[in-house]
């Protein structure tokens, strides 16, 4: 039986129709790379390539083995990558990534599923949108983000609600700051959120507001107006910040519970139908 490396340094050589830069690729030796090849001619007892001192060509024979070989080696990549899956321990907890002004909801999430599941570890971690998308995407499973959108692409959705962004957080200096109500034109350079379209007659500022609380740093240094939800202004008190309701048009942030369908255990979709549950009622 020809062994994985012979197969894979006659394949290499066949795409590249070149014996040094298979050898490159696989970090070995040219003359490695020769015999490799030479070994599995002799135990197919076929020649697969015409060699002359300036070119390689595949005969009719490696022609034909070609295609079977790159699926030989397929299977055994694929093999590796869920061998590598099961080798590591499965995760006890169940963890969930929310946005901070998403915090009730969460909270709400976590009392039913524990109501629900009595003996299962949750763990809550506040995060924006990097934070949550960084966890999806590097998380083999046990691992569900409370995010706005847009969602990253590949991942299941569900439970979807919308916050409205009623105010306008300004810094305390600004003149806007003790106006009775403000439109988004009026704003000067306007922070956005992740998810939110900039709104006609707008500027926008450069940086991109991955959750409305952690942005109000932005608003107290200047670098722009930012819409916030009712939330902050019912929670944050801060002497560098004033809050104007807004009027006109209201932006929203769309939000959802996002996960990896493919690997998403019981604990994983219990929690999923406890979201869809809590927006039902």
Do not use: N
């Amino acid at each position: 039986m020809a062994v994985l490396r012979d197969i894979e340094c006659f394949a290499l050589v066949a795409r590249h129709l070149s014996f040094s830069r298979a050898a490159a690729e696989l970090g070995l030796s040219q003359p490695a790379v020769s015999q490799s090849v030479a070994r599995l001619e002799r135990e197919l007892g076929l020649r697969l390539f015409v060699r002359t001192s300036r070119s390689v060509a595949l005969t009719a024979e490696g022609s034909a083995l070609l295609a079977p070989a790159e699926a030989v080696l397929a299977q055994a990549s694929a093999f590796a990558v869920e061998a590598a899956r099961l080798a590591v321990p499965r995760e006890t907890a169940l963890r969930l990534v929310y946005a901070p002004i998403a915090g009730s909801f969460a909270a709400r999430l976590a009392r039913r599923l524990a109501a629900r599941k009595p003996g299962l570890e949750m763990m809550l971690e506040a995060g924006g949108w990097s934070a949550a998308t960084k966890a999806l995407q590097h998380a083999p499973s046990g691992v569900a983000a409370l995010m706005s959108s847009p969602f990253p692409p590949g991942f299941a959705t569900a439970a979807r609600f919308h916050v409205p962004l009623s105010h306008l957080a300004l810094p305390a200096a600004d003149p806007l700051s003790t106006a009775t109500t403000v439109t988004l034109d009026r704003a000067g350079r306007l922070l956005l959120p992740r998810g939110m379209p900039l709104p006609p007659g707008t500027r926008p500022a450069p940086e991109v507001v991955d959750d409305p609380a952690v942005g109000l740093d932005l608003v107290a240094a200047g670098r722009g107006a930012l819409p916030v939800p009712q939330l902050l202004v019912d929670t944050v008190r801060r002497p560098d910040v004033r809050f104007v309701r807004l009027s006109g048009p209201i932006p929203r942030l769309t939000f959802a519970l996002v996960w990896r369908a493919e690997s998403a255990g019981e604990d994983v979709m219990a929690l999923v139908q406890g979201a869809q549950d809590a927006l039902r009622r």
